[in-house]
């Protein structure tokens, strides 16, 4: 069967490319082994963040006497929590398979590969294949939990992110072996469901790419929540124990744990998808694509985390819109310069733009604003005055070069920084727009004050 366009992989690239393509007239056809979503949807972004807030909800009502809200004992019903996580996961999902029957694109079952310039294989599970053309292919194939052998995953004890999500009982203790994004969201997570955590990170700090004292803050609230840090160690050794697992650190010490949950990276799904077969060109692991997310082959594209550029899902679908409009004649590139980054603990981070280490090794000289949420009257109201806004723009013009906000809601107040960066907005601009009062959002404008009279 002959098709216009053929997308392969129905994750938060793939699934809007298709949907793009469809919409511009056409004929597509959209190829997932699992399910449609990704791992974004099914095990990774949506599942988490169900949790995340089942976990805020137990938080701040075991806090409701600060609020005068006087209750009996508070307990966790986790069998709900995770009840609650599959209903939303399985209701989003239902929504995207909507959309895409609605669109007239055909989904097929299977995993597909490259057999050629405009060739693609499915093999079905039942193991027969099939080959279809497509004039344009899209690869949107996305990533895996990276499990390095040495660390003895065995998808029972000694865990992933996966499976993390599918626990059906509290662990009473959970090792995290990386103290990056993944791993200290669930850090936050489970600690406030009661879980004794401990997060073992082989850099001097948690998040080492993240603003500097945005991650010594985190790393502070943490440690006074519960949750034992253990940075510049590695993991040395892990064994089976019955149902537990014994770890040695490189420190000398020794711990026993539930769970040990390995989030150390992802793996890029380079393999297996034909890439060799059809010239199509790699660097490090990665897809190599030009900004126009075309391959080295003419009408191959691809999009998301196999091209290395930024493994976020919002990423994804930017380049996988981009990818469609391309494949279809309508030119479009993706601007890298302000993608937001959101990390969903508490308290939550949101940055956009770049970093201060970043500016020295450019040499770029600064100015520097930065307020603090204990300080903002909303903040107090809510009783959430941990964190603060801190924005860097450049000395000669005040062209605001990046923002980082540790704070409540700092994931959802992050889009106006994304929007000042993108559009080259200054100090003095961000400055002379009112912000609403009592709001959030006026600690961001009391950052920019404070760089503006720097």
């Keep these: ?133 497509g004039d344009q292919v899209i690869l949107a194939t996305g990533s895996e939990p990276l499990l390095p052998q040495s660390l003895g995953y065995d998808g029972d004890v ?23 994004v993944i791993g200290c969201e669930f850090a936050g997570i489970y600690a406030a469901m009661g879980v004794q955590v401990i997060v073992v990170e082989a850099q001097p700090t948690i998040l080492p790419s993240v603003e500097e004292d945005l991650a010594r803050k985190l790393q502070t609230v943490l440690k006074q929540r519960g949750i034992i840090l253990k940075t510049k160690t590695r ?25 040990v949950l390995i989030s150390v990276g992802r793996s890029l799904n380079t393999a297996g998808i034909g890439l060799e077969l059809a010239g199509v060109e790699t660097s490090n692991g990665s897809v190599v694509v030009n900004d126009k997310m075309e391959t080295s082959v003419p009408g191959i594209y691809a999009v998301g985390d196999i091209t290395g550029r930024a493994l976020l899902a919002h990423v994804a679908t930017a380049q996988g819109v ?50 603090p949420f204990i300080a903002n009257g909303k903040a107090q109201c809510e009783g959430e005055g941990d964190g ?28 106006e920084g994304a929007l000042a960066v993108r559009w080259g907005l200054t100090l003095t601009q961000l400055n002379d727009t009112i912000h609403a009062h009592p709001t959030l959002s006026e600690a961001l404008k009391e950052a920019v004050e404070i760089a503006v009279g720097a």
């Design 1 to 133: 069967m002959d098709y216009q366009v053929i997308v392969i992989g129905a994750g938060p690239g793939g699934y809007p490319a298709a949907l793009r393509a469809s919409r511009m007239g056409a004929r597509v056809c959209l190829i997932e082994t699992g399910q449609v979503g990704g791992t974004c949807l099914n095990r990774g972004c949506i599942p988490t963040k169900a949790l995340v807030e089942s976990a805020s909800a137990y938080r701040r009502v075991c806090r409701a006497g600060e609020f005068g809200v006087e209750t009996g004992p508070v307990t966790l019903n986790y069998g709900r929590v995770r009840s609650r996580q599959s209903e939303i996961v399985t209701r989003l999902r239902t929504g995207v398979q909507f959309l895409l029957e609605r669109s007239k694109i055909d989904l097929l079952q299977a995993q597909g590969r490259l057999a050629g310039r405009n060739l693609v294989e499915l093999v079905y599970q039942d193991g027969r294949t099939e080959q279809i053309t």
């Design 158 to 180: 000694v865990i992933s992110s996966t499976e993390m999500l599918c626990q059906e009982a509290l662990p009473e203790t959970l090792l995290i072996v990386g103290g990056g």
């Design 322 to 371: 981009a990818a469609a409009a391309n494949a279809l004649g309508v030119e479009r590139t993706v601007d890298y310069s302000a993608v937001p980054g959101c990390i969903f603990t508490y308290p939550e981070i949101g940055s956009v733009g770049i970093t201060s280490r970043e500016a020295k090794a450019l040499g770029i000289p600064l100015k520097t604003g930065k307020y």
């Design 235 to 259: 993991i040395t050794a892990v064994t089976r124990d019955g149902r537990q697992a014994r770890v040695s650190l490189s420190d000398g010490a020794e711990t026993i744990a539930d769970r």
């Design 388 to 415: 603060f806004v801190k924005v860097l723009a450049a000395a000669d013009t005040g062209r605001l070069l990046g923002m980082h906000i540790i704070g409540p809601h700092a994931t959802e107040l992050i889009a």
